[in-house]
């Protein structure tokens, strides 16, 4: 069982937006402003696309945004294209000794 | 550009010891505000962070794994390692070796995954 929530899928039309959320604790979402959200296709690793609630890295499309409110942080997909069709996984910093935990990870779906 | 490498066999008998290398290339893996981790995913679930360590050597171990998982540095290597004993077929998945910013609370850079099998 994975320490942050997720709903297990999302989906949208091209063109559509779609929000993702991730729900955590006071101990780790609630509590720093070190939540990043990642992007995995299949057989791939991981791509950082939100970094620290809702900043983007260099070369990820504006479309991708982020935000957190208490303890709940949210992944908004707008203009949704076909090559946004995969998992996203949120993550947060925890502090010290549990350091980071992850969520279960959303299948996002373009229909 | 930072690069990261693992390697290590693909096939574990059980109760025997997992042992992974992460090799770290374009860069020193001893510059920088950066902590080594190690993640794992089984087929069709979401990440699982093992643990993590520093240059200097200080570790931390997710509490769920840490009797099992031991993590070490060679700096002159570029290099960090995962074993993690007494394995199951529960420990199956793709791992991952990645370097944490810890100015920006992420995982900046990723290995491409192995795949690590246990079974007899």
């Known amino acids: 069982q994975s320490a942050l929530t997720q709903t297990p899928s999302a989906s949208g039309s091209p063109g559509q937006s779609v929000t993702i959320s991730c729900t955590g604790t006071s101990s780790d979402v609630g509590g720093y402003n070190y939540v990043s959200w990642y992007q995995q296709h299949p057989g791939k690793a991981p791509k950082l696309m939100i970094y620290?609630?809702?900043k983007r890295p260099s070369g990820v499309p504006d479309r991708f945004s982020g935000s957190k409110s208490g303890n709940t942080a949210s992944l908004t997909v707008s203009g949704l294209q076909a090559e946004d069709e995969a998992d996203y996984y949120c993550s947060s910093y925890a502090g010290s000794s549990i350091f980071v935990v992850f969520g279960g990870g959303t299948k996002l779906t373009v229909l | 550009q930072v690069q990261l490498q693992e390697s290590g066999p693909g096939l574990v008998k059980p109760s025997q010891t997992l042992s992974l290398t992460c090799t770290v290339s374009g860069g020193s893996i001893s510059s920088g505000s950066y902590y080594w981790s190690w993640i794992r995913q089984p087929a069709g679930k979401g990440l699982e962070w093992i643990g993590r360590?520093?240059?200097?050597?200080?570790?931390n171990y997710n509490s769920f794994l840490k009797s099992q998982v031991t993590i070490s540095v060679d700096t002159s290597k570029n290099q960090f390692s995962l074993k993690l004993s007494s394995v199951t077929a529960a420990d199956t998945a793709v791992y991952y070796c990645?370097?944490?910013?810890?100015?920006?609370?992420?995982?900046?850079?990723w290995g491409q995954g192995t795949l690590v099998t246990v079974s007899s």
């Open positions: 620290e609630v809702s």
């Open positions: 990645a370097r944490w910013d810890t100015s920006s609370g992420i995982f900046d850079y």
């Open positions: 360590i520093s240059t200097s050597g200080s570790t």
